[in-house]
């Protein structure tokens, strides 16, 4: 979500009066590659861009590709074949062992119809969404379908049959949270890609050590709220780049804030009895992720205080709860206190454990077995179970 917050906002600040852009996507990845399906970048013809689609091996042709599209204003897809035995062309040697399929489409100032517009869509929703960007089949190259869970909010591709079979894919989208490219009638090979809403961080407590939480988060595209029930704690200079600031009692806290499956919390006040009342208050909620700073002793201090009130936390929740919140890196001081709550937080998000890569036997990056595609990770099990 960060990239397409970035694109829109560069793409915002840009004079087509004095210059021409494109956008560049992964649309396809056979093999590995630095970055998955979905990855990309804004170029324009000055030779900036924003985002990237490689890991910097592939952004200098690519923008040597954009310059061509932006005089013909006709959308292209360029294959990349980054194993070393294939690659002399590029005048590097990659080793990335793949095949990367890249559509590179222009945008200009009237584009908030096409696939600007699409990204409006998707910056501005709280729920997910499903996007297809068709990348090869002749005169439909860069057509979009978008649509949520219930109807085709935009598309500017006309063969009304394409669109809805096209139509039909990207709605299964929503029950297995996995994008692929596939091929329809005619050659037409699609992109259909599955797009989580940013991840909403709350933080409870407006601590010194919740600062750097907040920083982290912001640098992630996340959207962050800091609240807390003592208005000194939650001064705009102490959180400079949080979204919002609320001066919010426990008891109102599923009246004043939006709590969804993309929603993480994090209890940081250091007062027990206010952090065993939040968590009782966000059990009842659809928060993806609830952690609590502090030892383990002092979560189950609450669970025991409930049980004996006859509140009984169900197993669901139980493992909802991450209490001492974090991965086990060595933390203490604040920043690597942080990073550890954050670093777990993306673990959950994408459906991983956290650990270290070295000793990790599947492939990086999720993968369709059957055509060996790279996807993104997406995360939406943790309420299905």
């Given at each position: 979500m960060k990239?397409?917050?970035?694109i829109?906002s560069?793409?915002?600040k840009i004079?087509?009066a004095?210059?021409k ?8 990845v056979?093999?590995s590659?630095?970055?998955?399906p979905g ?6 013809d000055?030779?900036r861009?924003?985002?990237?689609i490689?890991g910097g091996?592939?952004?200098?042709d690519?923008?040597?590709?954009a310059?061509q599209?932006?005089?013909d204003?006709i959308?292209?897809?360029v ?6 035995e294939?690659?002399?062309n590029l ?5 990335c062992?793949g095949?990367i399929d890249v559509?590179?489409?222009p945008v200009?100032?009237t584009?908030?119809s ?9 910056v501005?929703?709280?729920t997910?969404?499903?996007?297809a960007?068709?990348?090869a ?7 979009k379908v978008?649509?949520?869970?219930n109807?085709?909010?935009?598309t500017?591709?006309?063969?009304v049959?394409l669109?809805?079979s ?7 989208l929503f029950?297995?949270?996995?994008s692929q490219?596939k091929?329809?009638e005619?050659d037409?090979?699609?992109f259909?890609e599955?797009?989580q809403?940013?991840v909403?961080l709350i933080?409870f407590?407006?601590?010194f ?5 907040s920083?982290?988060a912001?640098t ?11 208005v ?6 102490f959180?400079?780049?949080a ?5 919010c ?14 929603t993480a919390?994090?209890l940081?006040?250091?007062?027990y009895?206010y ?8 059990l009842?909620?659809e928060?993806?992720f609830?952690?609590?700073?502090g030892?383990?002793k002092?979560y189950d ?8 009130a006859g ?14 919140v ?5 933390a ?16 959950t998000f994408a ?5 270290y890569?070295?000793?990790r036997t599947s492939p990086?990056h ?6 060996d ?7 939406m099990?943790?309420h299905d179970?």
């Amino acid at each position: 979500m960060k990239e397409f917050k970035t694109i829109l906002s560069e793409y915002k600040k840009i004079d087509f009066a004095a210059r021409k852009a494109a956008l560049a996507t992964v649309v396809q990845v056979r093999g590995s590659s630095y970055r998955s399906p979905g990855a990309r970048m804004l170029i324009t013809d000055d030779g900036r861009w924003v985002g990237s689609i490689s890991g910097g091996c592939l952004e200098g042709d690519a923008l040597r590709q954009a310059r061509q599209v932006m005089v013909d204003r006709i959308p292209q897809t360029v294959t990349y074949d980054t194993r070393e035995e294939s690659n002399q062309n590029l005048g590097i040697g990659l080793g990335c062992n793949g095949v990367i399929d890249v559509l590179i489409e222009p945008v200009n100032d009237t584009d908030l119809s096409a696939t600007i517009g699409c990204f409006e869509s998707i910056v501005a929703t709280n729920t997910p969404l499903a996007l297809a960007s068709v990348f090869a089949g002749g005169s439909n190259i860069g057509k979009k379908v978008l649509c949520n869970e219930n109807e085709i909010v935009y598309t500017n591709l006309s063969d009304v049959h394409l669109k809805e079979s096209i139509g039909k894919d990207l709605f299964q989208l929503f029950k297995t949270s996995t994008s692929q490219a596939k091929k329809y009638e005619h050659d037409t090979m699609v992109f259909i890609e599955f797009i989580q809403p940013a991840v909403s961080l709350i933080i409870f407590g407006g601590g010194f050590d919740a600062r750097p939480v907040s920083q982290l988060a912001k640098t992630l595209g996340w959207d962050v709220t800091v609240t807390d029930e003592c208005v000194a704690h939650i001064a705009p200079l102490f959180f400079p780049g949080a979204d919002k600031l609320s001066l919010c009692q426990r008891s109102f806290i599923d009246r004043d804030f939006n709590i969804t499956a993309y929603t993480a919390c994090v209890l940081m006040s250091h007062n027990y009895e206010y952090d065993r009342d939040v968590l009782k208050k966000l059990l009842s909620t659809e928060a993806a992720f609830i952690g609590m700073l502090g030892p383990r002793k002092r979560y189950d201090k609450m669970l025991a205080e409930w049980k004996d009130a006859g509140f009984e936390v169900s197993v669901k929740n139980v493992h909802r709860v991450h209490s001492p919140v974090g991965l086990d890196i060595g933390a203490e001081t604040p920043d690597e206190i942080a990073l550890s709550i954050i670093a777990e937080i993306q673990g959950t998000f994408a459906n991983r454990s956290g650990g270290y890569l070295k000793y990790r036997t599947s492939p990086i990056h999720q993968r369709d077995s059957a055509s060996d595609q790279v996807f993104k990770q997406a995360y939406m099990k943790s309420h299905d179970s």
